[in-house]
T-cell receptor
Framework: RKEVEQDPGPFNVPEGATVAFNCTYS??????FFWYRQDCRKEPKLLMS???SGNEDGRFTAQLNRASQYISLLIRDSKLSDSATYLC?????????FGAGTTVTVRA | DADVTQTPRNRITKTGKRIMLECSQT?????MYWYRQDPGLGLRLIYY???????NKGEISDGYSVSRQAQAKFSLSLESAIPNQTALYFC???????????????FGPGTRLTVL
């Protein structure tokens, strides 16, 4: 079983729509969680950390469910610039495990 | 100037050749990492180093070696390249967030390696 599993998508949504997707992780002892964004095989960049209580950063909302071992990301009011691959990342003892990514395409 | 740089950015080589990929950082971070990315797979950790005297194998270290020449430099070598090492290679650095203990990683732009 992979350490981090994501629905690869693609999620194809119109501008202004809300899109949400999850990932699951296998190690219940994982310490911290992140969403990274990757554009067109460029370097991944941190989008946001994910806290147990859930957190927002502008149009992005992340949730963590430790009991069920999943993490979610919701994007409201989608912009064309949100088109990217979103990587779910889990920290185990300062080593990151990456999901394969969920591709989101926002169309005009 | 970029905080994490990688050279070369693209490389095509032949089976059996020795290849070195270099990574430099100006962020002052102690921790450095090498990953490879293949289509449909997540980034996979090859080697990591928590300081100059510390080198650790990741999940896919076979066929690779590393050298941490200084805090700012971490090189990845393929002693005898083979075609299934064709991939996108990323270097990353991190420093613990003292407040939250989170380990944000900052990535270089990547090296696209093709082994024929």
């Amino acid at each position: 079983r992979k350490e981090v599993e994501q629905d690869p998508g693609p999620f194809n949504v119109p501008e202004g729509a809300t899109v949400a997707f999850n990932c699951t992780y296998s190690n219940s002892a994982s310490q911290s969680f992140f969403w990274y964004r990757q554009d067109c095989r460029k370097e991944p960049k941190l989008l946001m950390s994910v806290y147990s209580s859930g957190n927002e950063d502008g149009r992005f909302t992340a949730q963590l469910n430790r009991a069920s071992q999943y993490i979610s990301l919701l994007i409201r009011d989608s912009k064309l610039s949100d088109s990217a691959t979103y990587l779910c990342v889990v920290n185990n003892d300062y080593k990151l495990s990456f999901g394969a990514g969920t591709t989101v395409t926002v169309r005009a | 100037d970029a905080d994490v740089t990688q050279t070369p950015r693209n490389r095509i080589t032949k089976t059996g050749k020795r290849i070195m990929l270099e990574c430099s950082q100006t962020k002052g971070h102690d921790r450095m990492y090498w990953y490879r990315q293949d289509p449909g797979l997540g980034l996979r950790l090859i080697y990591y180093s928590f300081d100059v005297k510390d080198i650790n194998k990741g999940e896919i270290s076979d066929g690779y070696s590393v050298s941490r020449q200084a805090q700012a430099k971490f090189s990845l070598s393929l002693e005898s390249a083979i075609p299934n090492q064709t991939a996108l290679y990323f270097c990353a650095t991190s420093d613990s967030d003292l407040a939250g203990g989170l380990d944000t990683q900052y990535f270089g732009p990547g090296t696209r390696l093709t082994v024929l």
